[in-house]
């Protein structure tokens, strides 16, 4: 009887405590096992108050007050988040069946999240996860079901965006019992107001090939206005993306913050096209649109990148205002009455008109220049402008940690081309190194002259090179070194003058020389050297049918200062046709025609014999590059040698 009590009494007391564990068990216990398991998986320290269970098929979890904290350094702010409640549902028979991890839905109810980002670059949204299944992005991860969201709420406040915005987040039920997601900002985001509003589909559909995910959003910061709209396939990898992207605004310098890539200022735009994600980049394709006066097309990606975003764009216009690319050489974009200026624009261009300098003198900026890889592929069909002698434009060039490269920049002009090739380098010191040869041949000068509304034919070509250094295109070649020669067959010397200087000085021009409007132009050979941003004549030489034109003096690039002279002599002697000198002084801007000085006679009977009339034979290569051999410029150099 006894053992008979003792064995009873042996199994009963374990399978009471069982029952009384049962009875009275609290999943509170597991709390502290909860807490630190997510606190080292998230490296913050993650606190719960309460913890449910209800145990089944499908297994729901819920957490009462679920607090996320900071990293430290933010202790004294609010948590990263807290959310009142959160429930998870998942899906245990699936996990027991093929280990595949199926959640039906989340539910969070007015959760808070906190995003801190300071000016020293520290931050409390940065988490490391470290490695496993989980980082590998070929793992299929999570099915996520149906996420319910109930008044969230999100405060953004980055120093290094100059941003400042909050966030209210909540799901909506449709039809079915599917949620979709809204979501509405409004604060600043790069010191500019920023207004959006974020409609997205059913949640449950997330994973759903079979069913596109629908998305619109709608975004103004400051002047620049984004409308998104279209469906994705897979949106947490965002892949099969069929999106509209339609932007908007005054300068695309402004889609900076927006994008991650610098962009110089522009005239005001707005461009759509097909937005996709594909191999880790981001794709706008399709492109059509208008900048300033002119239109663009083609498309870009972006890279991100852990050190640069690179971004590569192959676009084109079938005409385009160069006026409207003012902003990628330093100067003020566009013209008076571009459409869709703002009012500081319009004051840029009267200050760019109202200034004595022609040359762009605005810094470069090398941080900007460095923000991003760049690889560029442009192409202009057809040039227009006031008095545009181009027909066409091709831009290929590629930016790499800050380094710039043409290869090349080419004009086209009739059948010749002007075309520059080289490198420029970020210095030490803030300024860019320029390295770059140009190249002009064989350019038909009735495009020159039709530019300016005259006649004229012939041909133009030359070479050149710069190497100097600066931290503006004006101090670029203020302090070069290098050299520029020209050569001039055929044509008319109204015309030139015209075309090259403007209408009222090239008539002056004329006039002080002593030469007819109408003057046929046999050869005109122009050779200068460049030192440290001094343009100084070597060999100046107009040939025409009655007269010899000669000339001297100097150019100073920095400056902007002319300081030449010209001295002409007839072919055929007349009592009136004793050689007349004039000088030209002024600014490249406001050039003038001095009178005749003592000196510059002087200066003129020096010139004979001195390679000035007369151009040397080492010129002749270039000759016959730039218009060809056998011309009047190169029989010319050989009377001469």
């Known amino acids: 009887m006894a053992r008979r009590w003792r064995w009873i009494l042996g199994l009963g007391v374990p399978l009471l405590a069982i029952a009384l564990l049962v009875v009275l068990f609290r999943w509170d216990w597991l709390i502290p096992i909860v807490e ?55 899906d245990v028979g699936a996990y027991i069946k093929d280990r595949s991890i199926v959640i039906p839905e989340i539910a969070l109810d007015r959760p808070a999240v906190e995003v801190i980002g300071r000016a020293d670059g520290s931050n409390n949204y940065s988490f490391d996860l470290g490695g496993g299944a989980a980082s590998d992005p070929s793992s299929p991860g999570p099915r996520i079901g149906n996420l319910r969201i109930t008044e969230g709420q999100a405060h953004v406040a980055i120093a290094k965006l100059r941003s400042d915005f909050r966030v209210a987040v909540a799901t909506e039920e449709q ?39 629908p998305i619109q959003l709608s975004l103004a910061n400051g002047p620049t206005k984004v409308d998104l709209h279209g469906t994705v396939q897979d949106p947490l990898k965002l892949a099969g993306a069929d999106i509209r992207l339609d932007i908007a605004g005054p300068d695309m310098a402004l889609l900076a913050p927006l994008t991650g890539v610098a962009i110089p200022a522009t005239t005001p735009f707005r461009v759509t096209g097909k937005l996709d994600y594909e191999a880790g980049a981001f794709r706008f394709s399709d492109v059509q649109g208008r900048l300033g006066r002119s239109d663009i097309g083609g498309r870009f990606s972006i890279t991100p990148g852990k050190e640069r975003p690179v971004l590569d764009a192959d676009i084109s216009s079938r005409r385009v205002d160069l006026a409207d690319l003012g902003g990628f050489i330093g100067g003020t974009p566009g013209r008076v009455g571009t459409p869709g200026q703002t009012a500081q624009q319009r004051q840029a261009l009267a200050r760019a008109e109202a200034s004595p300098r ?64 080289g490198v420029l380098t970020p210095l030490e010191n803030g300024a860019l190194r320029a390295q770059v040869e140009f190249d002009l041949r064989r350019i038909d000068i009735s495009k020159l002259m039709r530019a300016a509304g005259a006649g004229g034919a012939g041909t133009l070509g030359g070479v050149g090179k710069l190497d100097g250094a600066g931290r503006s295109l004006s101090e670029l070649l203020g302090n070069g070194n290098g050299g520029l020669t020209l050569v001039t067959v055929g044509g008319n010397l109204s015309s030139l003058l015209v075309d090259l200087s403007g209408l009222q000085f090239g008539n002056a021009l004329l006039s002080a020389l002593g030469i007819p409007a109408r003057t046929e132009i046999e050869c005109l050979i122009a050779d200068f050297t460049l030192q440290r941003g001094m343009l100084d004549t070597r060999s100046l030489l107009l040939d025409t049918d009655s007269y010899v034109v000669t000339g001297g003096g100097k150019a100073g690039l920095g400056r902007e200062t002319l300081d030449l002279w010209l001295r002409t002599s007839s072919k055929h002697f007349t009592i009136g046709s004793l050689p007349t000198p004039i000088g030209i002084g002024g600014t490249f ?11 510059l006679a002087v200066r003129g009977g020096a010139a004979v014999g001195l390679g000035i009339l007369f151009p040397p034979l080492a010129l002749l290569p270039t000759i016959q590059l730039g218009v060809g051999e056998n011309s009047s410029c190169e029989r010319l150099t050989r009377r001469a040698g």
């Open 36 to 90: 630190a398991q997510a606190s080292a998986k998230l490296g913050r320290p993650v606190t719960i108050a309460h913890l449910h269970v209800s145990l089944g098929r499908t297994t729901t979890i819920t957490a009462e007050d679920l607090k996320v904290g900071n990293p430290p350094g933010f202790e004294g702010d609010a948590p990263f988040a807290a959310i009142p409640r959160a429930s998870i549902a998942v």
């Open 175 to 213: 039809q079915g019992g599917e949620s979709s997601i809204t979501a509405r900002a409004t604060g600043t985001y790069a010191a500019q107001p920023i207004n959006a509003e974020l409609k997205g589909g059913a949640l449950l559909n997330l994973r759903d090939a079979e069913r596109p995910w």
């Open 358 to 421: 022609l040359l762009p003198t605005a810094p470069i900026s090398i941080p900007r220049l460095r923000a991003a890889d760049i690889h560029l592929r442009y192409r202009a069909a057809s040039i227009e402008g006031r008095s545009m002698p181009f027909d066409s434009l091709e831009v290929n060039a590629d930016i790499e940690n800050g380094v710039i490269r043409l290869h090349p920049v080419s004009f086209g002009i009739g059948r010749g081309r002007l075309a520059a090739e």
């Open 589 to 599: 801007k406001n050039p003038s025609i001095l009178p005749e000085l003592g000196e």
